[in-house]
C-alpha cells in the first residue's frame, strides 16, 4: 500500500518561494504520474500541477510561469517549485498519484497535505 508524505510547506511574504516534496515509495515501478492540489477554507479545491510517469507537465493558468513540477524517479519523489508567490496562492497543497485508464489501481492515493501561508 503506498502512503504518501509531502513536505516543505510554510509561511512567507508575498514574492518569496517554496518548494514542497512529495514521496511516495513504488510509484515509479507502478508507473504512476503525479499531481498537486490546493485548497483554501472556504473554497473548492483546485488542480495546479501534473507530471506524467513520461515526465510530461500540466499547469494551471493562475500558476504557469511562477510554478515548476519536476521528478525524481530514483526517490520516488515529485517536487514543486513555486516562485513570485502570492497571498492567493495560500492554502493546503496536496499531493495525488495517478495513472491514465487505471482509475482503480494502485495510483489512486492523496497525500496528508502541507499549508502554504503568503501573506
Known amino acids: 500500500h503506498v502512503q504518501l508524505v509531502e513536505s516543505g510547506g510554510g509561511s512567507v511574504q508575498a514574492g518569496g518561494s517554496l518548494r514542497l516534496s512529495c514521496t511516495a515509495p513504488?510509484?515509479?515501478?507502478?508507473?504512476?504520474?503525479m499531481e498537486w492540489y490546493r485548497q483554501s477554507e472556504g473554497r473548492q479545491r483546485e488542480w495546479v500541477a501534473s507530471?506524467?510517469?513520461?515526465?510530461?507537465?500540466t499547469y494551471a493558468n493562475s500558476v504557469k510561469g511562477r510554478f515548476t513540477i519536476s521528478k525524481d524517479t530514483a526517490k520516488d519523489t515529485v517536487y514543486l517549485q513555486m516562485n513570485s508567490l502570492k497571498p492567493e496562492d495560500t492554502g493546503m497543497y496536496s499531493c495525488?498519484?495517478?495513472?491514465?485508464?487505471?482509475?482503480?489501481?494502485?495510483?489512486?492515493?492523496w497525500g496528508q497535505g502541507t499549508q502554504v501561508t503568503v501573506s
Open positions: 495525488k498519484t495517478f495513472r491514465l485508464g487505471y482509475p482503480l489501481g494502485p495510483c489512486n492515493y
Open positions: 513504488g510509484i515509479t515501478a507502478d508507473k504512476c504520474g
Open positions: 507530471i506524467g510517469a513520461d515526465g510530461r507537465t
